[in-house]
């Protein structure tokens, strides 16, 4: 009998270090959107229509530090909408970071935030192209990069407050279009007034083999743009450049490059109101 009472604290005691040694948390948020929209477009189902949409997220994210002081810590994300569950983890020193799974790519991580229209809408509008010609991505019009599964990133220390970032991301067995990215951030502050300065670019391959005749397109996208914070007020103006190039059996036959820019000014009028 005395056997087992000294096995059972020992157990008991083991698994309290093992609990303190990690940080575990969860957390999880809910919202629904509606969107009305009125246009003079052609399309039949473009005009004076709505749509909502409901998501729901639940995170389960947890990190330690070991005793040489590198830093280790993952999360999974359960999603219900078509983006799906996502998993990703992360190493981190002295060195810098690296971000292995799913995430924003080093072009998203430096850009993002920087768009002033990202800033203004965060995303919000649900409106499809069919729909009336407004996408989701008006909303990250000049947000270079994206979230991508299977990505590699390494992140640098900042030194006098200058930043890089490098990702990879494989599209998979079945797909060439891996992409490579790289974000530079630069962040100052002048007698209160804080400035940050960013460039991005991101090259996605062609999906498909030219050898194989099916068509695809090869896209490279570069941006940049600054963000100055003055008090209640932020100052936000970025452009993009992207160019799209067929791939195929009529390699060169189909393609285009466009351009955007935007420019914002916000206003935090409270800590849950801004204009």
Do not use: C
């Not at 948390?25 to 246009?39: E, H, I, K």
């Not at 000049?142 to 990133?153: C, D, F, Q, Y």
């Not at 300065?197 to 999906?207: C, G, I, R």
């Not at 390699?251 to 801004?274: F, K, N």
């Amino acid at each position: 009998m005395r056997k087992v009472l000294l096995a059972t604290t020992a157990l008991v005691a083991l698994g309290g270090v093992s609990a303190a040694s990690a940080e575990v948390s969860l957390s999880a948020s809910a919202s629904w959107v509606y969107d009305s929209w009125s246009d003079d477009t052609a399309a039949t189902t473009s005009t004076n229509n709505s749509s909502t949409e409901s998501d729901a997220d639940f995170t389960i994210s947890g990190s330690t530090t070991a005793d040489s002081g590198m830093s280790f810590g993952g999360s999974i994300a359960f999603d219900d909408t078509t983006d799906g569950d996502d998993s990703n983890m992360y190493i981190s020193d002295d060195w810098g970071r690296i971000d292995m799974g799913e995430a924003n790519d080093a072009a998203k991580s430096a850009s993002a935030g920087q768009s002033a229209m990202d800033a203004a809408l965060s995303g919000s509008t649900k409106i499809s192209a069919t729909d009336g010609g407004l996408t989701a991505g008006l909303s990250t019009a000049t947000v270079v990069g994206g979230e991508n599964a299977n990505g590699l990133k390494y992140t640098s220390p900042t030194v006098n407050g200058l930043t890089l970032a490098v990702s990879q991301f494989d599209a998979g067995a079945a797909s060439r279009a891996d992409g490579t990215q790289v974000g530079l951030t630069y962040a100052t502050d002048v007698d209160g007034v804080g400035i940050t300065v960013h460039y991005a670019t991101a090259d996605t391959d062609s999906s498909a083999d030219v050898a194989t005749g099916a068509t695809s397109y090869e896209t490279a996208q570069s941006g940049f743009g600054v963000k100055v914070v003055y008090g209640d007020f932020t100052v936000r103006a970025a452009s993009m450049d992207t160019d799209y190039k067929q791939q195929g059996s009529t390699i060169g036959a189909s393609g285009y490059e466009a351009s955007s820019s935007d420019y914002g000014v916000t206003y935090a009028m409270s800590d849950t109101l801004t204009v």
